[in-house]
């Protein structure tokens, strides 16, 4: 399990291994590895939109945007740098059946609570009340695998920019 291989008691793409094969004592294959690591990752996700989704009264949207996108920032490009192998994970989702499956039930839970949010966003009025919430949280959640994506490749990507781009986005009036 992961917590047997990292002292932080998760998989990590930069974890000082001494060589390949010590993976391979714990995990059977590559796409263990890869698993491990997805699983990981959307759950540390998840436990940054959670508390956020419990706020009363609910934060903006683009104050929610920017902390998750600066906890993923941190998650994806901090010492374990689990950002940079997102690329190689959604390849592999894509052939590979059973990923795929894991991939996508785990970003069904990331959509839903992001859907939370959106819907607290449209009791706050801040939000068209007529727009399908699960259609905006995958756009919001799209955003924030562009993020992580933009980060990982260009390192360009900042929180803040896609902060202003979001409230910029939501401001309502003329």
């Known amino acids: 399990t992961a917590d047997r291989i990292h ?14 094969g010590a993976l391979y004592r714990y995990f059977g294959s590559k796409e ?7 699983a990981d990752t959307v759950g540390r996700v998840m436990s940054l939109l959670d508390p956020l989704s419990k706020e009363k009264p609910p934060l903006p949207l683009p104050e929610v945007f920017e902390r998750v996108a600066t906890g993923m920032a941190e998650v994806a490009f901090g010492p374990e740098g689990v950002g940079y ?3 190689q994970v ?5 052939r590979n059946p059973r990923l ?5 039930s785990r970003y069904a839970e990331i959509r839903g609570a992001i859907g939370t949010l959106v819907r607290a966003e449209q009791d706050a009025d801040r939000i068209d009340p007529a727009a399908d919430p699960d259609d905006v949280a995958a756009f919001l959640f799209g955003a924030l695998l562009g993020f992580v994506l933009q ?9 803040a920019s896609f902060t202003a781009a979001l409230t910029a ?5 003329p």
């Open 85 to 87: 192998i997102a690329p």
């Open 151 to 159: 980060a990982a490749i260009g390192g360009q990507a900042r929180p």
């Open 7 to 20: 002292p932080a008691g998760h998989v990590t793409a930069r974890y000082p291994w001494p060589c390949a």
């Open 32 to 38: 263990e590895i890869v698993e491990a690591i997805a």
């Open 100 to 104: 795929h499956d894991l991939v996508e």
């Open 90 to 94: 959604w390849a592999e989702a894509l």
């Open 169 to 173: 986005l939501t401001r309502s009036g």
